[in-house]
């Protein structure tokens, strides 16, 4: 991929997973970092992980809130308690224009988390240090 697009990925596991006492297995820096399946602690460090945990990539905002829409209702039954509502598509439309990430994550039943993400590339509007995972 050469121009600027979104790499979409999926994060559901055991609450308990992401405090494994602490977190330094969700820093860049820590050894178990590339390999652990947890969500990174920075959103962009999703870039650092290995490309086979890209769910999908999309040049188009508008096909990457379609995918990121899906995901919310793929996991809409696993949803409890009070969780702040998803976004709406035409705002997740807007800040993926822009070259935002779109970033969520909600507590679901059984004591599992829900991590669900697009992160800008080429470049990363806050970490253009960051290489793309596809090359």
């Given at each position: ?7 979409g ?25 590339r390999s652990?399946?947890?969500?990174p ?34 996991y ?6 009070s969780?702040?509502?998803?976004p709406?598509?035409?705002e ?22 829900l991590s ?20």
């Amino acid at each position: 991929m050469n121009g600027p697009h979104h790499h979409g990925y999926v994060w559901l596991g055991s609450g308990d997973v992401l405090v494994k006492p602490g977190d330094a297995h969700r820093r860049p820096d820590h050894p178990e970092f590339r390999s652990a399946q947890v969500m990174p602690l920075q959103c962009a460090d999703w870039l650092l992980k290995p490309a086979d945990r890209i769910e999908a990539t999309f040049e188009e905002p508008k096909e990457a809130a379609d995918w990121y829409d899906a995901q919310l209702n793929r996991y809409a039954e696993l949803f409890v308690g009070s969780y702040a509502p998803k976004p709406s598509y035409e705002e997740t439309v807007r800040v993926l224009s822009v070259g935002e990430d779109r970033v969520g994550g909600w507590w679901v039943s059984g004591g599992r988390f829900l991590s669900l993400n697009l992160i800008a590339c080429s470049p990363h509007r806050v970490r253009s240090d960051l290489a793309c995972p596809l090359r």
